[in-house]
T-cell receptor, first 112, second 116 residues
Framework: AQSVTQLDSHVSVSEGTPVLLRCNYSSSYSPSLFWYVQHPNKGLQLLLKYTSAATLVKGINGFEAEFKKSETSFHLTKPSAHMSDAAEYFCVVKGTARQLTFGSGTQLTVLP | DTEVTQTPKHLVMGMTNKKSLKCEQHMGHRAMYWYKQKAKKPPELMFVYSYEKLSINESVPSRFSPECPNSSLLNLHLHALQPEDSALYLC???????????????FGPGTRLTVT
């Protein structure tokens, strides 16, 4: 079985400062991990994915995440936040039978 | 083209109505999914179709009836819903994983359903 824990339900940063959204996972085998973003009243958009290739994964809109097996973490970062980054972010682990296990989400607020 | 479309965007229905949600993708994906998302919560899986056959039903009440008429279309038929069924309904699609391959899911914008 697999599980995902997003360590912060809310993160607030100022525009132009770095973003860190934390995610820990649990999986009995080498997992596939994803970060999705959801803007208000919208569907989910894939930011990036890890599928056992490079441990540092670059995604869209300047986001990247590092897979650390020893720490069972997959934290999402961005060097400089933009107002348009304000949204809900979900860390997701892929299980068997094509099922996704979602974290509880982190609401990112970007202050002007 | 990585687009999944859903219609309608909003739907208000009474508890005795029958309505349908529609989802379409033209990415050649052979796996399609329905999710339900309540406010401030992650999506919950309802159904999975693989090669147009229902492969997973997450113990969803029978008032929700999925249908996959072809490889591009996915419907969700609604009947005798309850107010607690009000939510955002998301459709997604992906390639079918074979062996160790793993593929991401692409989500549509959702249908906001309100049951009165």
């Amino acid at each position: 079985a697999q599980s995902v824990t997003q360590l912060d339900s809310h993160v607030s940063v100022s525009e132009g400062t770095p973003v860190l959204l934390r995610c820990n996972y649990s999986s009995s085998y080498s997992p596939s991990l994803f970060w999705y973003v959801q803007h208000p009243n919208k569907g989910l958009q894939l930011l990036l994915k890890y599928t056992s290739a490079a441990t540092l994964v670059k995604g869209i809109n300047g986001f990247e995440a590092e897979f650390k097996k020893s720490e069972t973490s997959f934290h999402l970062t961005k060097p400089s936040a933009h107002m348009s980054d304000a949204a809900e972010y979900f860390c997701v682990v892929k299980g068997t039978a094509r099922q996704l296990t979602f974290g509880s989400g982190t609401q990112l607020t970007v202050l002007p | 083209d990585t687009e999944v479309t859903q219609t309608p965007k909003h739907l208000v229905m009474g508890m005795t109505n029958k309505k349908s949600l529609k989802c379409e993708q033209h990415m050649g994906h052979r796996a399609m999914y329905w999710y339900k998302q309540k406010a401030k919560k992650p999506p919950e899986l309802m159904f999975v179709y693989s090669y147009e056959k229902l492969s997973i039903n997450e113990s969803v009440p029978s008032r929700f009836s999925p249908e996959c008429p072809n490889s591009s279309l996915l419907n969700l038929h609604l009947h005798a819903l309850q107010p607690e069924d009000s939510a955002l309904y998301l459709c997604a699609s992906s390639q079918v994983a074979l062996g160790l391959a793993d593929y991401e899911q692409y989500f549509g914008p959702g249908t906001r359903l309100t049951v009165t």
